[in-house]
């Protein structure tokens, strides 16, 4: 049974980094740290995978993850190899980014999400080592992480590979997605639980407000910050959420949007920035300032839109790799083998079967047959579901 609470998080999780790349807002980063919380839900998915599967868990974390960037792979490299890209055995790289897959300028900025992918394959190939580490010495293993990030951000470790930074970076929230699974986080008391998010939240602010990156306090160019401050958060957030969110489905609208865009969150991440990017020269064709409240508001439902309908054609791959049912639309109900047998309409009794009936009664009555009512035949197809 799905936490429908998580699966509100993560909705809002995607809204906001869709958001946030048409407006460009630092303080969004802040007010919901998006890429943390979504590591956080996708390591504690990883723990249940591992935990009912074991080591096969991420040859099946792999098929679910892949397709959908092959089908932006297919459209968007060659369209980069005719514009300039070389052709080079990198380019292999867009089928398994354990690096980040070459790109054109343009194929760059439209492709820029590809990093979360990159990150996202290298903590799935390293979590059944380190859900095993994790469980024989929790704290140490949540912390390492971070200890990674202080020595990078300090200059102890420079130049450090790109791989290893976003472990630094990321694998933190990866590894409390892992608590969470566990129920470590639930399990931690106010008087513990308080003083933590009070303390790392407050460390998490004091680095971003006197580490100030290019664009001001956007967390995205304050890593240490970023970390510190998404790991308060998370621990609020996720460490206490609600054993389920009911009253989600009880608002039709917000039920279906949300059960659709869990259904099609990587194809949602993927495709936005290519419209976020190709929009943005409307800004000065139709003399809107890059700050135009009503343009920016333009931007982020055309962006919307579109990104709807490219879901529409390729969101699909989601449900093959998944294995389900291929749907359009995610999300509709499907009628239950004995709802399907009640709505049925009963067959007619062949003509001349009742007074055949009658009179097979008059010469035995004690064993006279009778024809089973619809209600009884909807209830044993039921019982037999």
Partial sequence: MRNRYLDLLRFLAIV?????HVVGSAALTLIFPAMSVMFALAGSLM???????????????????????????????????????????????????????????WGALALSPIWYLRDYLWFVLASPLVLWLFRRAPLP????????????????????????????????????????????????????????????GAAGLSWIFTHPGSRGYDLNDIHLG??????????????????????VDRIPVLGRAV???????LTVYLWHMSFVVALTPLVGLVGWTPRDPLGLAIRVVLVFALVGVVTLLFGWVEDVAARRTPQLIPGRRRPA???????????????GAEAELAAAGASHPTTAPRLPSPRRAADRAGRGA
């Fill in 141 to 200: 293993t949540i912390l390492a992480p971070y200890a990674l990030l202080v020595l990078i951000e300090l200059g102890v470790y420079r130049n450090p590979p790109t791989v290893l930074r976003e472990f630094g970076l990321y694998f933190g929230a990866w590894l409390l997605g892992f608590a969470h699974h566990d129920g470590m986080l639930r399990r931690l008391s106010n008087r513990v639980l308080v003083p933590i998010v009070l303390v790392v």
């Fill in 16 to 20: 906001r980094v869709v958001v946030y």
């Fill in 259 to 265: 059960t659709v865009l869990n259904r099609r969150a």
């Fill in 47 to 105: 723990a249940a995978s591992l935990d009912r599967t074991g080591p096969p868990a991420v040859l099946r974390r792999l098929r679910r993850l892949l397709p959908s960037l092959w089908v932006v792979a297919a459209i968007f490299v060659p369209a980069m190899l005719l514009t300039g890209l070389p052709l080079t055995p990198k380019v292999l790289l867009w089928l398994f980014p354990v690096s980040d897959p070459p790109a054109n300028h």
């Fill in 226 to 247: 970023n970390a510190l401050w998404s790991a308060a958060f998370i621990l609020v957030a996720i460490g206490r959420a609600p054993a389920d969110a009911a009253w």
């Fill in 337 to 351: 083998l004995a709802e399907r047998a009640a709505a049925a309409p009963a067959s007619p009794a062949p003509a």
